[in-house]
């Protein structure tokens, strides 16, 4: 079974619903994956845009997502998990939120199957040293992309 990344409320390629981004509620979509390598032994989750005007732009940073969890629910604020800064400065789910009147955006979601239990990161860091501390222990990354653009 290949490790599969799926993402509620939208067909992968297809626009993200209004309510998942600043202009509806903000509210993280639901998440559910599968088919993870057997030595997983937890999860990293990196939301992002990389057509920002000024480069990558980083929604949702997420770390030490226990090998056992297999799913978040809309709007799930992952108590149990760990959240790193997003590019607009909180440490939580920012949703897509793009200039108007400049064209669809694309969002990745990618999930990290890892080789670790725990990344010993504090809460709240940036994307840079999560990255750093993901070097080394991905052993899968399934990816899930929706769109977005605002008008007017």
């Not at 929604?59 to 997003?86: M, Q």
């Not at 991905?138 to 008008?151: H, K, Q, S, T, W």
Request: a negative charge; one cysteine or more; proline letters at 9%.
């Amino acid at each position: 079974m290949a490790f599969h990344l799926s993402v509620g409320g939208f067909v992968e390629g297809d626009p993200i619903p209004r309510r998942f981004s600043c202009d509806g509620e903000n509210t993280s979509p639901s998440l559910q994956w599968s088919g993870e390598p057997k030595a997983t032994q937890s999860f990293a989750l990196i939301m992002d845009d990389p057509d920002a005007p000024a480069g990558t732009w980083n929604h949702w940073l997420v770390w030490d997502i226990s090998a056992c969890v297999h799913s978040f629910a809309e709007g799930d604020a992952g108590s149990a998990r760990k959240f790193g800064r997003n590019d607009f400065g909180k440490p939580a789910y920012g949703g897509p939120c793009p200039p108007r009147g400049k064209g669809a955006h694309r969002y990745f979601f990618r999930l990290f199957a890892l080789d670790v239990p725990s990344l010993g990161l504090p809460p709240e860091i940036d994307r840079s040293l999560l990255d750093e501390a993901l070097r080394g222990h991905v052993i899968a990354e399934p990816e899930y992309m929706g769109r977005y653009e605002r008008r007017g």
